[in-house]
DNA sequence: CTCCTTTGTCTTTTT
DNA sequence: GACAAAGGAG
C-alpha cells in the first residue's frame, strides 16, 4: 500500500485517526495519497468499505479514485461512498426530505430554472428586470447560501437597506416557490441537508456512525456550507482528512472559503498538518516559473515546491497578430509535437473563457486535427435536451411548476401567455400548484375557449405518467418525443440546425440506455438526478487521441505532457475586471488561476497571445499579460515564427472605452484567407488623400493623409461633427469611397 | 397567438 | 458577434 510513496506520503496514508489537514502543492501525487490510504483502511485496517466517506470535486473524479481503490483493494468498494458533494447530499435527501417538507423525488433546478423563477418573482413583486438583474439576486440568494444564511436571517441582518430590503423578499419568496415546486437548487442540496441533521439529529447520527472515515478533496475550493457539513459528519469519530492547496483556490467567486484551511485547526484542535512539496509532475522550468508568478501573491501560506526532475526545455512565447493566427500557431507546434512522437491527446490547450475556444477550433478544423471541446455550451442545457427533460420531471414531479410551464407550448399547441396567466391566476386562488390547477380547472371548465386545448395537454400528461409505471425508461422517453409531438416538429422544420437537435436527442436516448443498463436500480428519478449533477469535465476522457480545449478551470486536476496557454493578454487574463477590481485579492485570484494553468504542464508549455483579439464584436488590442513578464526571463524564449509588427502598439491608447468603436470591422482569418490580405494591404486602396470616403460607425469624412505602417496602412479620416479626425488602419475600417 | 424585427446585454470562471 | 428578450404586425 505504502511502496513507491515518500516518507511525507506515507505519513498522510498511515495517519488515519484523528483529524489530518495535507497541504498538496500542484503535481505533489496527493490523489494517490488519497486512494492509498483509502485502501489501506480497508485492507490493512480492516475497516469496513462502507465507513468511507471520500468527497471529490467532481464525478469524473470520484469515478476515477473508485476505480483505482478496487484496483489497489481487488475487492468492490461498492460499500463506500466516493461522490461529489452534490451527490452525496442528493443520496440523503432521496431517502430523508420528507423530514423537511419536501416530497423525496424533488427536482433539481438549473441556473435556468433559477433564472425562471426569480423572473416570475420579479413580476409578481414588481421590480424592474432592468434595474435589478435576475442573475444579480440570483447570485446574492446563492452567497448567502453558501454562508447558511436563511431568508429570515436575510432579512433581520438587511436592516433598512434598500438593496439588501429588495434581496430579502426575492430571496424569501424563491424559497416558497422552491418549496412549492418541490425543487431544490444547488446550493439548497448542502443547505438543506445540513437543515435536516439539524432538525433530525437521529439521522445526523445514523449518518455519523456510518461515516467513519471521511476524506475531502480540494479542500480549498469547499465553501462554509460545505465544510459546515463535513465537520457535521465527522463531529463523532473525528476521523477526517482534508487535502487541499490554497494556492490553487480559484472557486472564490462560488463562496470558495480559503478561511476552511486556517479554520480547520480551529474546528478541529488537535488536526494533524501534512505537507507535500514535492512535485513528481512537471520539469524544473515549469515549476520554477510557477514558482515565480504565485510569489507574488501575499495571502498565501509560505510553501517551497521542489523536484527532482530534469532541467526541461524552455517555456516558449507566441505573441501573435490576431486569435486566428495564434490559433494557425498552436496547430503547426503540435504538428511538430507529433513529428517528435507525441500524441494528440498528450496536448492541451487552454484558456481563461470559452469562448476563446471558437478561434482555435476553426483552426483545427482547417487543419483537420481532432480536438474535443470541453465545457462551453454543456449538453444537457441545450434547449431540446431541456425541453426532452422538462417533460420527464413533469412526469416524475408533478409540483414542478417550472418544468410544466416550459413544456405547456412546446410544441406549439396554441396555448399562449393568455392561457398560462389563466391556469396562474386559478392556481393562486386555490392554494394549488400550476399542474393541478391545470387538471382541475380542464375538468371544471373555467378556460373557456382554451379549454380543449388544455384537454388534450393534460391528458397527454396523464397517458404518460401511466406509461411510466409500466415501460422502461427508454420507451417511455421515445413515446414523450413521438406523443408530444416534439420530435415531428423537429423533422418538420428540416434545417441543419433541427438536425443536430435530433441527434442531440438520440444522444440523450443514448444516454437513459447506458443508464438502464447500468443503474442497479434504474428509475425515472434516477436518471434525472444523474442527469443535473453532471460537470463539464466528466465528459473528458483520456482514453481518446484529440486535443483537449478546456477552460482553466475545468482543468484543475488534470495533467499533459504539453499545455498550450492560450490568450495571455492583459485584459483577458488577468480579466481587466479582476486589474480595474478595487479588492486587490481579485487579482490574487486570477494569479492562482495562472498558477494552476501553469503547472497542469508536465513537459512543454507554451504561452500564447494576440495582439488583436474580437471581445464581443470589437477588435482591441493588447499587450503581453503581467502574469507571463513574472516569469524570470532565463526559462522563458520568444516563438522562432513569431511575427512582430512593432507600428501597432502606438494605438493601445485609443484602447479602452474611449476607442470602443475605432477597430469595428471584421477581423480577418488567417492563413485561409491570406491572400485576400495580401491582396487588400499589398495592393493600392480605391481611395486617395482628398477624397471623401464613408465609414460604418462614424459616416461621411475627408481623407487628410494615408500612411505606410507595419503591414496596412494608416488613414487619417475628418469625419468633421461630433466624431472629428480619426486615425484608423484601412483593413479594419472598411472605408467605401463616395 | 405567432412570427418577425429590433434592441440590449454579454464573458469570467461551475457543482 | 451572438443570443435572448421585448415589441410590433399580421
Not at 289 to 296: G, L, R
Not at 484 to 491: I, N, T, W
Not at 536 to 547: C, E, G, K
Not at 595 to 611: D, E, M, P
Request: charge should be negative.
Amino acid at each position: 500500500m505504502i511502496q513507491g510513496l515518500n516518507n511525507k506520503q506515507k505519513e498522510a496514508v498511515l495517519n488515519t485517526e484523528g483529524p489530518l489537514l495535507i497541504l498538496a502543492g500542484a503535481g505533489s501525487g496527493k490523489t494517490r495519497v488519497i486512494t492509498n490510504r483509502i485502501a489501506y483502511l480497508i485492507q490493512d485496517k480492516h475497516v469496513d468499505p462502507k465507513h468511507i466517506l471520500a468527497i471529490t470535486f467532481t464525478n469524473k473524479a470520484a469515478e476515477e479514485m473508485r476505480e483505482r481503490v478496487q484496483q489497489q483493494v481487488g475487492m468492490d468498494a461498492g460499500g463506500a461512498w466516493i461522490s461529489t458533494f452534490h451527490s452525496c447530499c442528493v443520496r440523503i435527501l432521496r431517502m430523508y426530505s420528507h423530514l423537511i417538507g419536501y416530497d423525496n423525488n424533488f427536482s433539481i433546478y438549473d441556473a435556468d430554472d433559477q433564472k425562471t423563477v426569480v423572473k416570475n418573482i420579479c413580476k409578481k413583486l414588481e421590480i424592474d428586470t432592468k434595474r435589478f438583474k435576475e442573475k444579480w439576486f440570483i447570485g446574492q440568494i446563492s452567497s448567502a447560501k453558501d454562508e447558511l444564511i436563511s431568508p429570515e436571517q436575510f432579512e433581520m441582518n438587511a436592516g433598512s437597506d434598500y438593496y439588501l430590503k429588495k434581496v430579502a423578499s426575492v430571496y424569501t419568496e424563491y424559497q416558497k416557490e422552491l418549496k412549492k415546486n418541490n425543487a431544490f437548487d444547488f446550493d439548497d442540496l448542502i443547505c438543506k441537508t445540513i437543515e435536516l441533521f439539524k432538525v433530525e439529529p437521529e439521522i445526523l447520527e445514523r449518518f455519523q456512525d456510518r461515516f467513519r472515515y471521511i476524506s475531502v478533496d480540494e479542500y480549498q475550493d469547499t465553501n462554509t456550507a460545505q465544510f459546515k457539513l463535513v465537520s457535521m459528519l465527522a463531529k463523532k469519530y473525528q476521523n477526517i482528512c482534508v487535502v487541499g492547496d490554497d494556492d490553487q483556490s480559484i472557486y472564490k467567486f462560488r463562496g470558495a472559503n480559503i478561511g476552511n484551511i486556517l479554520n480547520f485547526e480551529k474546528v478541529f484542535p488537535d488536526a494533524k498538518v501534512i505537507r507535500l512539496e514535492q512535485n513528481y509532475r512537471s520539469t524544473k522550468t515549469i515549476l520554477d516559473a510557477a514558482n515565480a508568478v504565485i510569489s507574488n501573491n501575499t495571502q498565501r501560506k509560505e510553501k517551497i515546491l521542489w523536484t527532482e526532475n530534469e532541467q526541461g526545455t524552455k517555456i516558449r512565447w507566441v505573441f501573435a497578430d490576431n486569435a486566428a493566427m495564434e490559433a494557425e500557431r498552436v496547430v503547426s507546434i503540435i504538428k511538430d509535437f507529433l513529428k517528435d512522437g507525441y500524441n494528440l491527446n498528450d496536448c492541451a490547450c487552454l484558456y481563461r473563457t470559452n469562448s476563446q475556444s471558437r478561434a482555435l477550433e476553426e483552426a483545427f478544423i482547417r487543419a483537420n486535427m481532432p480536438y474535443k471541446v470541453v465545457g462551453g455550451v454543456n449538453f444537457y442545457q441545450r434547449k431540446e435536451i431541456k425541453d426532452a427533460l422538462a417533460y420527464l420531471k413533469t412526469i416524475d414531479n408533478g409540483k414542478d411548476d417550472v418544468s410544466v410551464r416550459r413544456i405547456i407550448n412546446t410544441p406549439k399547441r396554441n396555448i399562449g401567455a393568455a392561457s398560462v396567466n389563466a391556469i396562474q391566476s386559478f392556481a393562486n386562488d386555490r392554494q394549488i400548484n400550476f399542474y393541478s390547477a391545470l387538471d382541475m380547472g380542464v375538468d371544471e371548465g373555467v378556460f373557456g375557449k382554451a379549454g380543449e386545448k388544455l384537454r388534450s395537454f393534460r391528458n397527454l400528461i396523464e397517458d404518460l405518467k401511466a406509461e411510466a409505471e409500466e415501460v422502461s425508461l427508454k420507451e417511455l422517453v421515445d413515446d414523450v418525443l413521438l406523443k408530444s409531438g416534439y420530435l415531428a416538429d423537429l423533422q418538420a422544420e428540416n434545417t441543419v440546425e433541427s438536425q443536430t437537435r435530433i441527434e442531440n436527442i438520440e444522444e440523450l436516448i443514448n444516454k437513459v440506455v447506458l443508464y438502464e443498463d447500468t443503474a442497479a436500480e434504474p428509475t425515472l428519478g434516477g436518471f434525472l438526478e444523474e442527469v443535473s449533477l453532471v460537470a463539464d469535465i466528466d465528459s473528458w476522457d483520456s482514453a481518446d487521441d484529440y486535443v483537449s480545449l478546456i477552460t482553466v478551470h475545468s482543468a484543475k486536476g488534470l495533467e499533459f505532457p504539453n499545455v498550450f496557454l492560450c490568450g495571455m493578454e492583459d485584459g483577458l487574463f488577468p480579466m481587466s475586471a479582476a486589474i480595474n477590481s478595487e479588492d486587490p485579492t481579485d487579482l490574487e485570484e486570477e494569479r492562482r488561476l495562472a498558477y494552476v494553468a501553469i503547472t497542469r504542464a508536465k513537459k512543454n508549455l507554451i504561452i500564447s497571445g494576440a495582439r488583436w483579439r474580437m471581445i464581443q464584436g470589437e477588435t482591441m488590442t493588447s499587450i503581453k499579460s503581467r502574469f507571463v513578464k513574472e516569469i524570470p526571463p532565463l526559462l522563458i524564449e520568444e516563438d522562432r515564427n513569431n511575427t512582430f509588427v512593432p507600428k501597432r502598439n502606438e494605438f493601445e491608447t485609443t484602447r479602452p472605452s474611449a476607442g470602443k468603436d475605432f477597430f469595428s470591422a471584421k477581423p480577418y482569418a488567417a492563413s485561409a484567407d491570406k491572400k485576400q490580405f495580401e491582396v487588400k494591404n499589398g495592393g493600392a486602396l480605391d481611395y486617395a488623400v482628398g477624397d471623401m470616403v464613408h465609414h460604418m460607425k462614424f459616416g461621411d469624412g475627408c481623407v487628410l493623409s494615408i500612411d505606410q505602417g507595419g503591414r496596412d496602412y494608416e488613414v487619417t479620416v475628418d469625419f468633421g461633427g461630433e466624431y472629428g479626425v480619426k486615425k484608423m488602419f484601412a483593413s479594419f475600417a472598411k472605408l467605401k469611397k463616395l
